[in-house]
């Protein structure tokens, strides 16, 4: 009886997590295989659950429950446990249930707007829609300004990654913009140098499915609990019992959707060994979006651009392909490694991803706290790429501002978590490395078994337990420091 | 605010026909995507949402307010909405939420367990699973016999159609057991004069797919509101705005799949052409299973094997698989007109199929009422076949009582409506015929227009306005006749 509060917390929260996954899985089904017309109907149904999730957790009772609750005597996971519940009540109590309505319903009707817009370049039609999401971003922004004390676009950062202030992002994007263009002009050039034969299409998408499979079977995604599908934006969605991974195939070019499957699949991995005797409560949840990220990018930047692994996949690439000139192991290193200036986000390399996401990072910052309007963001967005890459994006929506689905859903404060995930994936892999010698060996040889375990042991298996900096402090001997990252582009770039 | 007691109630049965949606696409999805160690979490997440559906419906408020509402000045459809609304709140307010949540929960484990145990033809393991659904199906069908003053199997039979009794099934029942088996011999033995041949495979899945499609497209399924897809036991399932509807292949046999799907179009054509001005409330839903199924059965057997629909189908089926000797057009009718005793109802011809149902009723009636044990099944099933269809399926549980997902989520008092629906599908297209003279030249036509028109003008736009008499009544000009069920088969088949 002696933790009755808390107990009384926990059946709470494990039934919100029962409507977090159906939710979950609607939302997934929506992106990959709702049909047009169901959208209108999806989107009240998904609202209505919003609501119900918010009231739930907005209960009169649970202020009280929590206060009591830290009175009892918990055990450190326990108490973990109780400072998520303790977030997850803060952030959400300061919501009136109108506004979480009003979010869900305007989220998804951008958001299928969106999958048409896109590929019509229709700007005018889509910016009508995101005019909403915005006003009522806005308005949540403020709600939560007022009550933490911050600024706008902080109080929402804030959500994603707990800690994260734009102070500090402006600190370390203003270190990235003082040495990456010009690390990104000095590899440009050296890669100038080389000739590079480019693969020759078509790539068949079930032939480029299989291939996924294959690779995804390969880093021990666990296909009893979780599947592999097509969406417009790719995603890693589900629940951990049954994570939902997407890609998007293009018959002319295979690598996008391969590394595409390389990068979700670290964030299924995660996902698939989150702690599972705490599942249903809020600490055995993804500790934020940056570390999501640092997976799904340690496994595709850290691990799977290095020549090691990229002479493992080749084979698997050969026998579902067959060979050609452009996958002779040399040409085949480069052409993963190539660094190149480019419209789209998700298709850049590790070398000028940065630059896209201090762009939309300096956007959405700007829209959030009112200094423009969405008017403004074509034009902001192309003299930004133009000053990063040197890329016109006049009149290209499709291929610049309207490329993302992000916004779309009112996920503004979401995009530093991409550099930021980055930059500890780094820091990781060089603690990884350090704790196994023969980790380049192993890579060589197919066996990922001593390295997946370093990331269980250090990343995956704890879920909330520590803060951000508790964990990786405990991972790799200090706080996020951003160096690891740089050195690592220089070591493999220069 | 003279209606505000009905205004209220809409507001309510609004917001549940928001979760049946999530309901619905969480049960799809279970169905035909999940992998297999996503099924506890999906098991407690949808016995979670069944509870809160339940808590919504029995609030103690809603009693008064269908009774304050009846008092209010609506019109017809507004009054046939609060009949409806009393009749779901009345069989709702009888179960206790744990028994709902009991009910879901053990139904999701048998019907997740079966979907391997019965490839494995494992009686054993299945049946453990399976007394735990017959357990919490007899406690709720007790708690409904007392409130209704009936028996326990009537109780539930009630659910699925309303008004009618094993009395009433006892004499439509009694009748067929009188000329259907020498019908069926007569028949076998015309047929067994013939010489038939059959078509020879493989028939790929993607081919059957596509075929598929073609025939939904040419019975008017709307793409942009459903889809096609796989399960282990087709089923239409989904939202009136977004049907799913679903398939098996067998690359050795293609026709099962081919007129499963026009089954499953005619289910999926009455939900699309729901009234959508009263969608999310009770009155716009189908009036009852077998309603349901006599429009699945209009499609697949009083239209889809008529021998100028089959005409009209051939060429759309050498046009995918090639010309063969099988497809020449009268034995191509004549093998989808065959009659052939065998164990899976799926399968059935429409002579044999009722065999298949009585069966099902006698058996589930006894085991709802008590007088058989689930240990008792396999024996009784076996007698049962023999005494119809003379086949015995002594040990061969998988294609014997394992072959069938109904009980596993509780479903007794389902399996009638199949020969309800039979019998009313006969009724509808006789009516239909006489409104209708130029129907079957129409048909040969592949002008469906009039037809369709026909069904929505009496059948699909009405949802629950009417009561099924009444329905059936407007529609013939007579309730519920099995003399057309009768004269249908004698003049296909003699």
């Not at 995930?421 to 980790?439: D, E, H, N, V």
Request: hydrophobic share 40%; proline share 4%; charged share 25%.
């Amino acid at each position: 009886m002696e933790k009755q509060n808390y107990n009384h917390l926990t059946r709470t929260f494990q039934r919100l997590s029962r409507f977090d996954h159906l939710y979950a899985i609607a939302g997934w089904d929506m992106s990959t295989m709702m049909p047009a017309n169901g959208s209108q109907a999806r989107g009240e149904a998904l609202a209505e659950l919003s609501v119900l999730k918010h009231q739930i957790l907005t209960d009169k009772k649970i202020a009280t429950l929590l206060q009591a609750a830290a009175q009892e005597d918990l055990d450190d996971v326990e108490r973990a446990n109780l400072r998520e519940m303790t977030r997850h009540y803060q952030e959400a109590v300061l919501l009136p249930d109108a506004l979480v309505e009003e979010k869900s319903l305007v989220g998804t009707r951008c958001e299928h707007g969106w999958r048409t817009q896109r590929p019509a370049n229709d700007w005018q039609g889509f910016s009508t829609n995101l005019k909403e999401v915005v006003r009522v971003s806005r308005e949540e922004a403020q709600l939560r300004a007022e009550a933490k004390g911050i600024s706008r676009y902080d109080a929402l950062l804030d959500i994603y990654e707990p800690g994260m202030t734009s102070a500090k992002l402006d600190v370390l994007f203003g270190d990235l913009r003082g040495w990456l263009p010009d690390l990104l002009q000095k590899v440009v050039d050296k890669q100038a140098k080389e000739s590079l034969i480019a693969p020759q299409g078509p790539f068949a998408t079930e032939t480029q499915r299989q291939l996924g499979l294959d690779t995804m079977a390969l880093l021990g995604f666990d296909f009893n609990g979780g599947r592999l599908d097509v969406s417009a934006h790719p995603f890693c969605g589900g629940v951990p019992e049954d994570v939902r991974i997407t890609t998007r195939y293009n018959e002319e070019e295979m690598f996008s959707s391969l590394f595409g499957v390389i990068h979700e699949t670290g964030h299924a991995r995660y996902e698939q060994n989150l702690p599972r005797e705490w599942l249903g409560q809020p600490v055995s949840l993804a500790r934020s979006t940056a570390i999501h990220e640092s997976q799904s990018l340690f496994f595709e930047m850290q691990l799977g651009r290095s020549a090691p692994f990229l002479k493992l996949l080749l084979p698997k690439v050969t026998e579902r392909f067959g060979p050609q000139p452009a996958f002779e192991l040399n040409n085949f290193i480069n052409l993963n490694q190539q660094v190149e200036r480019g419209f789209i986000r998700v298709d850049a390399d590790e070398v000028s991803y940065p630059a896209h996401v201090v762009l939309r990072y300096e956007i959405e910052r700007a829209l959030i706290d009112g200094d423009i309007e969405v008017d403004d963001i074509p034009a902001l967005w192309n003299e930004k790429m133009q000053s990063w890459l040197g890329l016109s994006t006049e009149g290209n929506y499709r291929n610049g501002c309207m490329q993302d689905i992000h916004w779309t859903d009112g996920a503004f404060g979401y995009f530093p978590s991409y550099t930021l995930g980055a930059m500890y994936a780094a820091q990781l892999f060089a603690a990884a490395s350090r704790a196994l010698p023969q980790l380049e060996s192993d890579i060589a040889s197919g066996d990922f078994s001593a390295l997946f375990d370093w990331l269980k042991q250090n990343i995956w298996q704890h879920g909330s337990r520590f803060t951000t900096a508790q964990l990786i402090t405990n991972a790799t001997g200090e706080d996020l420091n951003p160096l690891y990252f740089r050195k690592h582009l220089e070591s493999r770039y220069l």
